[in-house]
Structures are given as structure tokens and as C-alpha cells.
């Protein structure tokens, strides 16, 4: 809004006298602004688009009438009229036509009202009349260009979200909120390569835009993942004025018999592959060791079952959906909350604002997010020791604690009855390989091996999720391209989560994903009998789903690397014999097996949260690791763009050395707990 900033010093005169001057050409602009801004500071928002009204009917040759109307436009918005708002604003554009915030608003304006295309065209004609433009209305251009790719991608048009985006990226390489979408775009139609810089845009920039979430499918660099989140934190989060916000200090609780007051922050606590995870283990914590907070901060739900089982079970459910990050802290705070668990991490509709202000003594990263925070405030992280074995916690800013499997599941979810292969769409009696990953997780190099073990196993089929008509086409094409008839590839369309669960039992098994593999998708087939292949990497989001087949108790599904899984899938195909005994080992195993012990999960918590507590007690509570992460993203974002689709932990590490090394040949690099450890130095 354009306001006038001279202040006040005498008392507001009165509405009549105003509307009397603005008629007779008598109030100027600054005297216009100034008393309807006063209005609306004081609550009469009313009184100040009256003024508004009235100036502009009565001084439409004033050369400034266009910032009259926008402010008019803004105020009677915030007075929910947003048909006088959508008026005003083509006033201000008829005598403006390139008022780029009109043409935003406008185009808003439009958006909210359920308009989606009309809002497009809006701001598409802002685009159109800006070819040329000054730094001003370049920003607005940018604004405008992100404006439309965010609508389209939300109507589901991903290519024409990811041409409005890439428009954006061009404007301002800079810029890396348009270049964030614009990568997870392509991953979610499989476009490969998924970066594709330009003459204006270089693959330093794409990398920088990218989020850590988007990163984890695309490389398997802990390290590297590590420092992206360290870098996204500062940028997302940056430094909030905490000055006011007195830190917790932690309560007297060890040996004293009062409950531990845990809090659990998420958008997820609803029907989602979270919530689905959590859900059994919030009703099995211990009541009388801990008391159990909920904070939900995702969109509105209505008929929710998990949601509605949650709300049964635990101690205190808020909604903080609506609450600014400080409103929320401020909430947790007062809770008393002694351990804070962040099951979000940077996902979608996360709140990580929130933690900064530290609104308990103890911060945890569990659940949500395959990876390391890389924040100042996250001092735990649990996962488990497959996912995190000793030697690799140096990839993690958080300390490690550890539980038996970090796939919780729900043993009471609901499976409806198992339907035929014809009824699925699927040929009766051929060889049925699955996959029932996000597109995103989808590969070049995952879907090369997926086509190699086609080609060697004739008569076979692929089944995977469908990602929509023009993404299963692509890959069909692809198929074909790769010498595979393009019907072999089968694409199941969205299903009810009972329903889902019970087809996916039809198949005879699934293939899991590189770098980013199966989480819940794995503990779902393992779950109604459908084995899991797979072969872990160094990375959490690589790591997961062999701790996820190991702890359901069929450790002969994980492979050494991708030639291996090759090899076994193929195996599979032309001896089902053999594959038959493997689903009968999983199906003996399914009720003693450590992936369904969630009684035993809970407990191993609560020992972790009262652990951190005595810890806290103590004074112990370890401090974040961010030591060199700047030098580390700088290196791997130069080692990365070879994208190395798989290797050994060793050459990895070796990488990063020389280039650690060569760096401190320049510059001295302090010593760190990662690879540039004293030890490592020295013998450069």
C-alpha cells in the first residue's frame, strides 16, 4: 500500500470535514493518505475507504490518482469487499496499465475468488506489456511469473507451470524461490536431466534454488545434503529478532515421578504417510512417564480418521495453523513442553520459524524429514542404525540417537479386500516388478536399470502410480526408446489408502528407488506380503528402505549395489519358485518382526526423550555441528554436478578429501569432526 509518512501531531479531524475538502479539491494527497492510514490503524477501515471513494470521484485529474484507487483497492480488501477491491484496481491499471502490484493483486483478487484462469490471464498480460522493463517492474514481472507457476502447478498443468517458472529463473537466476519449484517440477514428470541450465542460467544456479527435500532424490551426497540444509536454514529461516523470547531453561523432572511434557509439531497429523505412522505410537506412548502435546499446523481437515484417533489419544491437541510463528512459540512455551519434536523438518507446510525461538530446552528431528536439519536449534535427530550407523553420523549437524526402526507403522490401518489382477488392470499371468514411489524418486538411472530387467526377463510387467496422462506417457516413450514395448509399463490410477493397500499385494515385487527410496511405500508392501529389493547408499533418504526390509526380517532382499539388483530381480523373474519362499519368510515373520514391534518402538522413546532430559538437567545438551559447512557446500556443489548415480563410501570420501585439501593449500581450513579432521590433514 502507498502510504505517506509524515506523522500526526494533531488530533484526527473528523470524517465529514474530509469528505467536504476532497470534494472541493482541497485535500491534497498527502493529507489523503495520511488521514485514511490513521483510520485504519485506529480500526475504522470503513471511514478510510470512504475517504478513498469520495477523492477519487471528485479529483479524476490528478496525476496520482492511480496510487488512490490501489490504496482503495487494499482497504476495501481488508474489508472483505472484494468486488469494490477487483473495481478499484482496474481503475488504478486503466490509468496505469503497468502498475505491476495492481496487476498482482488483481490477479490474486481473481485467484481467490476461484478464478483460476482469469488470474492467469491477468497476470500474464503483465508479462506481455514488460519485456522491457525497469528494475521495479522486473521485480514485479518475477513476482508475477512465480504467481503463475505456482497457480498451474496447483490446477495440476506442470508443463505449463514449469515454461512460467523457467521464464522467472531466466529473469533472475538470482533468485532461487522460481528455480525451487521449477526442479521439483521436473522431477515430479520425470524430465531428465532434471537441470538443463541455459546461456543466462548455469547449473550452479539450479543447484543453489533447489531445496534439500528435491536434492535428496537427486543425489546421494550426505555431505553435500548436509550443507544445502545448513544454507536453506539461514535462508528460510535467516536470524529472527528472538530478543523478547526468554530461552526455556529445563524443569527439575528425573526421578521426581512428574510426567514428561513432549510436543509433537506437524502439518501431517491427518490421513498422510505420517500420520499413518504416528498414529499407533502417540496411543501406545506410556501415559504415566509422558504427556503427550499435539501441534498440528496443516490445512483444515474435516472426517479425518487418524486425525480423529490422535485427537482421542492425546494429552493436549492445538491448532496452531493460524498462529504466526512467534503466536506459536509462544504457545509451546507456555505449555511447558520439556522435549520438542519436529516431525516436519522442510517439508511442506512446515513451520522450522517456530523452533528458532527455542520455545523448549530441547529440540528433536524425528519422523517427517530424511535428512539432517543443518540448523542451529535442531540438537537431536532419531533415526536408527541402519540409516545412521557410527561411521556416517558425521553427515548430521544433530547427535544421533537411535530406535530399533525408523518406519513406524500402524497395525490396526484397515485393508480392504484383495481384488484380482484383472480387476487391477493387470495381465494374469505374467511376471508383476512394482514401484509405487512419487514420480520425483523416479530417476534416469533408476528407470535404465528398470528397462534392463524388463529386457531380461520376458513376458514381465512394470507397475507403477500414475503421475498423470503426459508424465505416464513420457514414460512409456521412454520405455519404447529403450527398446521396451511401451504397454509393459502399467500405471494404477489414485486409490482410496485401503483399497490401495490391498492391490498392491497383487504384484510379485517391487523395485525400490535411487537415491531417494521407499519409506512408508516399503513398510506398506511389506506390510500385505509384497517383497522389497533394494540396496542402500550413504545418504538417510538412500538408506531408508534397506533399514525398513532388514527390520522386517528378510535381510536376502538387500542387494550390494544396482548391478546386484539387477541380477537378483532377474533371478526372481525366471525362478518365482524362489521368490515364493522369500514371501513366505515374510509372511512367518510378520508379527515377530522388529518393523511391527511398535510397543517396543514407544518405550525406546520415551527412554530417548527422558535420556535428552537428564542430559538437558545436566547442562549437557549438545550444541549443532555447523563447523566448515560453507567450504562443504562450495565443494559439493562442484563434486555433484557429476551426479554420480551410485558409489562406494570410500571413493566418496576421497573426493571430498582432495578437494578439501586443495582448498586448504589456498586458504587454510580450520579442523572439523567430518573428513577434515586433524588426522586427515596431516597426512596431506
Avoid at 521439483?184 to 520425470?190: E, G
Avoid at 535428496?216 to 550443507?227: E, I, K, N, R, V
Avoid at 560453507?630 to 551426479?643: F, K, P, R
Wanted: with cysteine.
Amino acid at each position: 500500500m502507498v502510504t505517506d509518512n509524515t506523522s500526526a501531531s494533531s488530533p484526527v479531524p473528523p470524517l465529514t470535514g474530509m469528505l467536504d475538502l476532497a470534494r472541493i479539491h482541497s485535500l491534497s494527497l498527502a493529507e489523503l493518505f495520511q488521514f485514511a492510514e490513521g483510520r485504519s490503524a485506529a480500526g475504522q477501515r470503513a471511514e478510510a475507504a470512504e475517504i478513498y471513494k469520495v477523492w477519487s470521484a471528485f479529483n479524476e485529474a490528478h496525476p496520482f490518482l492511480h496510487l488512490v484507487y490501489f490504496n482503495y483497492s487494499v482497504t476495501l480488501r481488508q474489508l472483505g469487499d472484494v468486488a469494490g477491491s477487483i473495481h478499484a484496481l482496474r481503475a488504478c491499471l486503466k490509468l496505469d496499465p503497468r502498475f505491476g502490484q495492481a496487476h498482482i493483486n488483481l490477479g490474486r483478487a481473481f485467484e481467490d475468488s476461484g478464478l483460476a484462469t482469469q488470474a492467469i490471464q491477468q497476470w500474464r498480460s503483465f508479462v506481455e506489456i514488460t519485456a522491457e522493463s525497469t528494475a521495479d517492474r522486473v521485480m514485479h514481472r518475477l513476482m508475477v511469473l512465480q504467481h503463475i507457476g505456482r497457480v498451474m502447478e496447483n490446477a495440476g498443468l506442470l508443463e505449463e507451470a514449469e515454461t512460467a517458472l523457467w521464464q522467472a529463473i531466466e529473469l533472475r537466476p538470482d533468485k532461487t524461490e522460481a528455480g525451487q519449484h521449477w526442479s521439483a517440477l521436473r522431477q515430479r514428470q520425470c524430465k531428465w536431466p532434471i537441470l538443463a541450465p541455459s546461456d543466462h542460467v548455469s547449473l550452479g544456479h539450479l543447484l543453489d534454488a533447489m531445496s534439500p527435500l528435491t536434492l535428496a532424490c537427486y543425489s546421494d551426497d550426505p555431505l553435500f545434503q548436509l550443507a544445502k540444509a545448513y544454507r536453506y536454514n539461514k535462508s528460510f529461516v535467516g536470524r529472527p529478532d528472538t530478543s523478547g523470547f526468554a530461552r526455556k531453561t529445563p524443569k527439575q523432572k528425573s526421578g521426581t515421578g512428574e510426567r514428561l511434557r513432549v510436543g509433537y509439531v506437524s502439518s501431517d497429523l491427518r490421513d498422510h504417510a505420517v500420520g499413518f505412522a504416528l498414529r499407533e505410537v502417540l496411543e501406545l506412548h506410556d501415559k504415566e512417564s509422558v504427556e503427550i502435546y499435539a501441534y498440528y499446523c496443516g490445512e483444515p481437515v474435516a472426517n479425518d480418521a487418524t486425525q480423529t484417533r490422535m485427537k482421542n489419544t492425546v494429552d493436549c491437541w492445538r491448532d496452531i495453523a493460524t498462529l504466526s510463528d512467534v503466536e506459536a512459540a509462544s504457545q509451546i512455551a507456555g505449555d511447558d513442553i520439556d522435549i520438542l519434536v519436529d516431525v516436519n523438518g522442510y517439508t511442506k507446510h512446515a513451520r522450522t520459524k517456530i523452533f528458532a525461538y527455542r520455545p523448549a530446552p530441547v529440540i528433536v528431528n524425528f519422523c517427517g524429514y530424511p535428512g539432517s536439519m543443518g540448523s542451529p536449534f535442531h540438537q537431536y535427530m532419531i533415526t536408527d542404525a541402519r540409516i545412521v550407523p557410527p561411521e556416517n553420523e558425521i553427515y548430521y549437524s544433530e547427535k544421533v540417537l537411535r530406535i530399533p526402526c525408523s518406519q513406524p507403522v500402524d497395525r490396526k490401518r484397515v485393508i480392504a479386500e484383495k481384488p484380482s489382477r484383472a480387476e487391477a488392470g493387470l495381465p494374469e499371468g505374467a511376471f508383476v516388478f512394482a514401484c509405487f514411489n512419487g514420480m520425483q524418486k523416479i530417476t534416469e538411472s533408476t528407470f535404465t536399470q528398470w528397462m534392463q530387467i524388463l529386457i531380461a526377463a520376458p513376458g514381465s510387467v512394470l507397475w507403477l502410480l500414475t503421475g498423470s496422462d503426459n508424465v505416464d506417457q513420457h514414460l512409456r516413450q521412454a520405455a519404447e526408446k529403450a527398446g521396451v514395448a511401451p504397454e509393459r509399463l502399467i500405471f494404477a490410477p489414485k486409490a482410496p489408502n485401503a483399497k490401495h493397500l490391498a492391490r498392491i499385494a497383487l504384484a510379485d515385487l517391487f523395485l525400490d528407488t535411487f537415491p531417494y527410496g521407499a519409506h512408508s511405500t516399503a513398510a506398506d508392501a511389506l506390510t500385505v506380503g509384497l517383497p522389497v529389493l533394494t540396496f542402500p547408499g550413504k545418504s538417510f533418504a538412500a538408506r531408508f528402505c534397506h533399514s525398513i526390509v532388514a527390520a522386517a526380517g528378510v535381510p536376502e532382499l538387500i542387494c550390494r549395489g544396482p548391478e546386484h539388483l539387477i541380477e537378483t530381480a532377474t533371478g526372481f523373474a525366471k525362478d518365482p519358485q524362489s521368490l515364493k519362499k522369500v514371501r513366505e519368510s515374510l509372511q512367518a515373520k510378520r508379527e515377530i518382526n522388529e518393523l511391527r514391534d511398535i510397543p517396543a518402538l514407544a518405550r525406546r522413546l520415551e527412554e530417548l526423550f527422558w535420556q535428552m532430559q537428564a542430559q538437558s538437567e545436566r547442562g549437557e545438551t549438545p550444541v549443532p555441528d555447523l563447523l566448515n559447512l560453507d567450504i562443504y557446500y562450495e565443494i559439493g556443489a562442484e563434486l555433484v554436478q557429476d551426479n554420480t548415480a551410485f558409489s562406494g563410501d570410500r571413493t566418496y570420501r576421497q573426493r571430498y578429501l582432495e578437494k578439501l585439501a586443495a582448498w586448504n593449500d589456498y586458504e587454510p581450513i580450520p579442523h572439523d569432526n567430518r573428513l577434515w579432521t586433524q588426522a586427515a590433514a596431516s597426512k596431506r
